[in-house]
């Protein structure tokens, strides 16, 4: 086979490998720090509830309370939780979509936006999962999730769906006409 039919891979550029290292040092980090003050974050969580009633829907019933509460400090458990895992894994796919970026690109141009796209949207996704679990004491779950949504998933997810469709895109468009060249 030649060049042509197997390209070179490039390396990501240095500033998305960074970005997706950072990543996946921050999940280590928070999962890790999960484990680490677990009860101080349901402490805090907790008393930031219980100085909001109204916004949680407490009554002032113990029985009901505690039910609300432990729904809502469930869900601020797996907001943390979720954050880890994504973390890692949109570091992980960071790193692996923008080397295939900066192998499959027509131009120098269309790499660098590429890259730009694939890591902004990749590193900023996750962070909703930490937005959405900082919320859930202030604002409810329900008000959390949709900020969450509108500031970060939203935003940084839709940055990485139309990135990778484009990846695709060119992809595809350079497979057709490597396959066009060959012999």
């Known amino acids: 086979m030649t060049e042509a039919a197997h390209p070179t891979w490039r390396l990501p550029p240095t500033p998305a490998l960074l970005v997706a290292l950072l990543l ?3 999940a280590e980090i928070g999962g890790a720090s999960m484990v680490r003050f677990k009860l101080e ?3 805090w969580a907790r008393g930031t509830m219980l100085a909001r009633p109204e916004i949680h829907g407490l009554v002032g019933v113990r029985d009901v309370d505690e039910q609300i509460m432990d729904e809502a400090l469930t869900r601020f458990d797996g907001g943390l939780r979720l954050f880890h895992m994504h973390a890692e894994g949109m570091g992980t796919i960071v790193i692996l979509t923008t080397m295939v970026a900066a192998t499959w690109a027509p131009t120098p141009g269309w790499r ?3 890259v730009a796209l694939l890591t902004v949207g990749g590193a900023g996704y996750p ?3 930490l937005v959405w679990a900082g919320l859930i004491p202030l604002r409810g779950v329900e008000d959390g999730k949709r900020l969450a949504e509108w500031l970060v998933w939203i935003p ?3 940055t990485t769906i139309v990135a990778m469709w484009l990846l695709v895109g060119t992809l595809a468009l350079q497979l057709r006409g490597r396959s066009r060249t060959a012999p």
């Open 156 to 158: 940084f997810g839709g």
């Open 41 to 43: 974050l349901a402490r």
């Open 112 to 114: 660098r936006t590429l």
């Open 127 to 129: 962070l909703g999962y």
């Open 24 to 26: 996946i040092a921050c």
